[in-house]
T-cell receptor, first 112, second 111 residues
Framework: QQQVKQSPQSLIVQKGGISIINCAYE??????FPWYQQFPGKGPALLIA?????SEKKEGRFTISFNKSAKQFSLHIMDSQPGDSATYFC???????????FGQGTRLTINP | DSGVTQTPKHLITATGQRVTLRCSPR?????VYWYQQSLDQGLQFLIH???????AKGNILERFSAQQFPDLHSELNLSSLELGDSALYFC??????????FGPGTRLTVL
């Protein structure tokens, strides 16, 4: 019940296109959903996050869409750039439990 | 730069040995978390400390232990190392338990 399932495992998008990564969770006690971006050899970097009482959050080219009833959320990267090529992880956290449960990751490649 | 520092960056050691990984959280963050990242297991939560006290344990082996010191830095001790312990070990910190800020990691190779 702690799992966060992420898809696809890998994604190739042309420069300027929209990248979409999907996640689904089971535990309705999750109350914070961050997305992380990780470049090879680096630590995960917090990209954007959302709480379940909000249906959408936008920061620059990055948007999280959240569907509480379906227990799903997704990351949209608009106008995708080669510099966005990285591995993206979704996660859920129960703030009282104080640990992140990560999805399996999506390796995103933006072709120039 | 997240503001979280980890040392060493790389560590190569032999099976059966013991190593210590060090983490300094962002200024003002009282929480320190340790995560293990391997190719087949992804990012796995190990343990959480808050202001010197252990708050939560994840899939941490008994051969592994951690502590957080009064200056809030933390150490992860890995003993009786096995080949399967080879992984990236990340430390993260947060102020309110929400967004975690990750350090650059320590790559451990057990030969």
């Amino acid at each position: 019940q702690q799992q966060v399932k992420q898809s696809p495992q890998s994604l190739i998008v042309q420069k300027g296109g929209i990248s979409i990564i999907n996640c689904a969770y089971e535990n309705t006690a999750f109350d914070y959903f961050p997305w992380y971006q990780q470049f090879p050899g680096k630590g995960p970097a917090l990209l954007i996050a959302i709480r379940p009482d909000v249906s959408e959050k936008k920061e620059g080219r990055f948007t999280i869409s959240f569907n509480k009833s379906a227990k799903q959320f997704s990351l949209h990267i608009m106008d995708s750039q080669p510099g966005d090529s990285a591995t993206y992880f979704c996660a859920g956290i129960i703030q009282g439990a104080q640990k992140l449960v990560f999805g399996q990751g999506t390796r995103l490649t933006i072709n120039p | 730069d997240s503001g979280v520092t980890q040392t060493p960056k790389h560590l190569i050691t032999a099976t059966g040995q013991r190593v210590t990984l060090r983490c300094s959280p962002r200024s003002g963050d009282l929480s320190v978390y340790w995560y293990q990242q391997s190719l087949d297991q992804g990012l796995q939560f190990l343990i959480h400390y808050y202001n010197g006290e252990e708050r939560a344990k994840g899939n941490i082996l008994e051969r592994f232990s951690a502590q957080q010191f009064p200056d809030l830095h933390s150490e992860l001790n890995l003993s009786s190392l096995e080949l399967g312990d080879s992984a990236l070990y990340f430390c993260a910190s947060s102020v309110d338990g929400g967004g975690h800020y990750f350090g650059p990691g320590t790559r451990l190779t057990v030969l």
